[in-house]
């Protein structure tokens, strides 16, 4: 199809090939033989003007569109970058948590465990003569790698770092277990060397996982009780 324009001095003369479109003074006219309108030149310097603002609109319409479109493809990408982020640093988080958990799980590790909750003593003074580093140290170092491992774990989860549940169904009931047997000795350990805040993080540990403990109502961990003082475990 062409497009013919032609002005003339009392109207417009606009020709649509093979029909033609025709604005005259005050007359409308459709023609069907040749698809002949014909307006007014009034109206047709008002469609003109309107065409101008409604082009105008239209650009200003798809600005704002192109500004909200970038904007949110610019949100989303940083949502999105955020998200890779948080889940890189929960994949450390747990990696650095099942290190701990692996050299705690040997069968070395296991062995000690069972040892340090075998060690008997009926007050601190006696802890020194029996098992102080000074005169055992072979306790001193299983007792402490069994300690310090518990408490490393519970500093990362007072900060947050590793889930509770997850430290819970891995190694919960026996950190419970360590910390119930020696939290006297640790507690006067704290006094007598003045540092309030040793092994705060095996305290931590101990006390969140026994919450859980209370939230499942699994019965208190009992290492060495006899099986006849267990009626949870008869059947």
């Known amino acids: ?21 025709y604005l005259e003074p005050s007359i409308l006219r459709v023609c069907h033989s040749q698809s002949t ?3 007014s030149s009034k109206w047709a310097n008002s469609l003109q003007v309107n065409r101008m603002v409604t082009v105008e609109t239209v650009s200003i319409v798809f600005t704002g569109l192109s500004i909200s479109l970038a904007a949110f493809y610019y949100i989303s990408t940083l949502r999105n970058a955020q998200r890779t982020q ?7 988080q747990t990696q650095i948590f099942m290190q701990i958990f692996q050299q705690m799980n040997t069968e070395e ?3 000690t465990w069972a040892e340090t909750m075998n060690l008997e003593c009926n007050d601190y003074d006696e802890f ?6 000074s005169v055992n140290s072979d306790s001193y170092g299983k007792r402490s790698h069994i300690w310090w491992s518990y408490n490393a774990i519970g500093v990362l989860l007072e900060e947050g770092l590793i889930n509770p549940d997850i430290v819970f169904r891995l190694m919960g009931p026996l950190a419970v277990m360590q910390w119930q047997k020696w ?6 350990f704290r006094k007598q060397e003045n540092i309030p805040d040793a092994l705060a993080g095996f305290e931590y540990l101990s006390k969140e996982m026994k919450k859980i403990l209370d939230e499942k109502e699994h019965p208190e961990p009992a290492y060495g009780q006899p099986f006849e003082q267990r009626p949870e475990l008869r059947t």
Request: charged residues 20%; hydrophobic residues 35%.
């Open 128 to 133: 020194l003569r029996k098992y102080d580093s």
């Open 86 to 92: 948080e889940l890189t640093l929960e994949s450390r």
């Open 183 to 188: 939290s006297d000795i640790i507690g006067e």
């Open 37 to 39: 309108i014909s307006l």
């Open 1 to 21: 199809m062409i497009l013919l324009i032609k002005p003339n001095p009392n109207n417009i003369f606009i020709g649509i090939y093979p029909g033609y479109l």
């Open 109 to 111: 590790s296991n062995r």
